[in-house]
C-alpha cells in the first residue's frame, strides 16, 4: 500500500513569491491534514479537509490556505512568502479523527 | 485549551538500558493520546495510541505507554533500547470534541539517544 506521498521534497521560494504543496493520502482515506514544522516551534497544526470541505483550521494567517480535490488530495498554498514561513510542512491522512495519523515524509520549504 | 509537555528534551541512554519519556497532557475534555517517532529528514511514524479500553498500549517493536488519566500523563517506556531506537519521539493529544476537534496537538519532542 502506497503512503502518505507529498511533492515536492524540497522547494526554495523567494520573499512575496507563492508556494504551493501538494499532498496524496493513503488510498481510502479522506481526511488531509497540514502541519507545519519550523526550527524552535515545534509542530504547529495548519489545516485539516475531509470530504473537500476545510474542517478547521490553526492559528495561521489567511495567506496560508488549500484545498482538498474530489480524489481527496490536497494542496496547500503559501502566498506572500516571508522568511519565517521556511520549515518542513508535513502532510498527514486518516480515516478521520480520531484514527492515527500517516504522515508524508514532508516538504521542505526554504524562503530566501 | 489542550496542552501536551514532555519534560525532557534530551534523553540519552546506553544500549539495552530501559528508557522512559515523559509526557503529560491538559484538557477540559475527553482525549485520544498518541505517541510518533521521527527518524532525521522524515515525517512521523505513529509509535502507538490510546483510544479508548486497556489503559496499557504496546507498539510491535517493544514500546509501551500507559494511560493514566489521574495523573493526566501518557508515558513511554521500553525495557532495553537498541542503537536504532535513537530518534525523536512525540506525544500528541486529539480531543474527542469541541472546537479543536481534528486537530492532533504535539509535545516539543524528546530526542532520545542511544549510545553504544
Known amino acids: 500500500e502506497a503512503g502518505v506521498t507529498q511533492s515536492p521534497t524540497h522547494l526554495i521560494k523567494t520573499r512575496g513569491q507563492q508556494a504551493t504543496l501538494r499532498c496524496s493520502p493513503i488510498s481510502g482515506h479522506t481526511s488531509v491534514y497540514w502541519y507545519q514544522q519550523a526550527l524552535g516551534l515545534g509542530l504547529q497544526f495548519l489545516l485539516w479537509?475531509?470530504?473537500?470541505?476545510?474542517?478547521n483550521r490553526g492559528n495561521f494567517p489567511p495567506r496560508f490556505s488549500g484545498r482538498q480535490f474530489p480524489n481527496y488530495s490536497s494542496e496547500l498554498n503559501v502566498n506572500a512568502l516571508e522568511l519565517e514561513d521556511s520549515a518542513l510542512y508535513l502532510c498527514a491522512s486518516s480515516l478521520g479523527p480520531p484514527f492515527g495519523y500517516t504522515f508524508g515524509s514532508g516538504t521542505r520549504l526554504t524562503v530566501v | 485549551a489542550q496542552s501536551v509537555t514532555q519534560l525532557d528534551s534530551q534523553v540519552p541512554v546506553f544500549e539495552e538500558a530501559p528508557v522512559e519519556l515523559r509526557c503529560n497532557y491538559s484538557s477540559s475534555v475527553s482525549v485520544y493520546l498518541f505517541w510518533y517517532v521521527q527518524y532525521p529528514n522524515q515525517g512521523l511514524q505513529l509509535l502507538l495510541k490510546?483510544?479508548?479500553?486497556?489503559?496499557l498500549v504496546e507498539s510491535i517493536n517493544g514500546f509501551e505507554a500507559e494511560f493514566n488519566k489521574s495523573q493526566t500523563s501518557f508515558h513511554l517506556r521500553k525495557p532495553s533500547v537498541h542503537i536504532s531506537d535513537t530518534a525523536e519521539y512525540f506525544c500528541a493529544l486529539a480531543n474527542a470534541g469541541g472546537t479543536s476537534y481534528g486537530k492532533l496537538t504535539f509535545g516539543q519532542g524528546t530526542i532520545l539517544t542511544v549510545h553504544p
Open positions: 479537509y475531509d470530504e473537500g470541505e476545510e474542517r
Open positions: 490510546y483510544l479508548s479500553g486497556s489503559t
